[in-house]
């Protein structure tokens, strides 16, 4: 699998960076919704450690795109694009946050809680299997558990979602569990949050109010550490605003008013 895929037409000044992690390919409606009018970038995040995906990612940027970027990262992508953005500000215009998880420890703890709350007897029954599985050092390929798993918080995460086609390449277990091994020891220790520090463009965070990454643990410290920092919160909206119907059109809408007119 190539490690970035293009939409529309060069220059290439806006890249959306997938969730996961290792799962890549879930903004690819976002990419192409928003191709018509410009040059979008969708890098896919191979590595195992955040140190190489900022590495991969800033190859892409630097050699596929046209920096200074608008740079949109959904989900951990908020989180990866929050870091980038710190270590190379020369090379983001703009950050978007949309659905990031919270940056304190202490608005993580109900995350999983909230989750399994909204799923029936069955689903929840289902997804504590799935977890221990996971969990189980004896078991060998996890990959299918992790996508099982996947789609359950994906239904315990939206409001009131449109049909749709999962757009995942792939479910990569072992990435996923490197990375957010060392993500949430970045939250944790207080240092995930002391990257905004270092950054100077605008950032703007897009939240769902029915995310169950609570909407405060993005916009109050975030608030407290970025220069330039704006927070928008959707109604009727979850963890992924592009395939709710009470929010889709008003999240696209945000969306290219964020990013600005037309590039190509």
């Not at 990375?179 to 939240?207: D, F, N």
Request: glycine share 8%.
């Amino acid at each position: 699998m190539n490690n970035f895929r293009e939409y529309g037409k060069a220059p290439f000044k806006t890249a959306v960076i997938h969730g996961g992690p290792g799962v890549p390919g879930e903004m690819a409606s976002v990419a192409r919704e928003l191709s018509s009018t410009r040059g979008i970038l969708e890098p896919l995040q191979t590595a195992k450690t955040i140190e190489r995906q900022i590495e991969e990612l800033k190859d892409i940027v630097t050699k596929q795109g046209n920096p200074p970027i608008t740079l949109i990262g959904w989900s951990w992508g908020a989180w990866l694009s929050f870091i980038f953005t710190s270590q190379n500000p020369a090379a983001v215009k703009k950050l978007i946050l949309i659905a990031s998880g919270p940056f304190e420890e202490k608005d993580a703890q109900n995350i999983m809680k909230t989750r399994l709350k909204r799923l029936s007897e069955e689903e929840y029954a289902k997804a504590l299997l799935l977890i221990n599985a996971l969990e189980d050092p004896a078991m060998a390929n996890k990959d299918d558990t992790l996508m099982r798993l996947g789609k359950l918080v994906s239904k315990a995460d939206s409001y009131d979602p449109i049909p749709h086609k999962s757009q995942i390449l792939e479910c990569r277990h072992d990435i996923y569990q490197s990375i957010w091994g060392q993500a949430t020891k970045l939250r944790s220790m207080g240092l995930l949050l002391e990257y905004g520090k270092k950054i100077q463009c605008p950032v703007v965070a897009i939240h769902g109010n029915f995310d169950p990454h609570p909407a405060e643990g993005v916009r109050r410290p975030l608030a407290r550490i970025l220069k330039d920092f704006r927070f928008i919160l959707l109604e009727k909206c979850g963890h992924t605003p592009w395939i709710e119907r009470m929010a889709k059109d008003i999240f696209f809408e945000t969306l290219r008013k964020e990013i600005g007119g037309q590039t190509q």
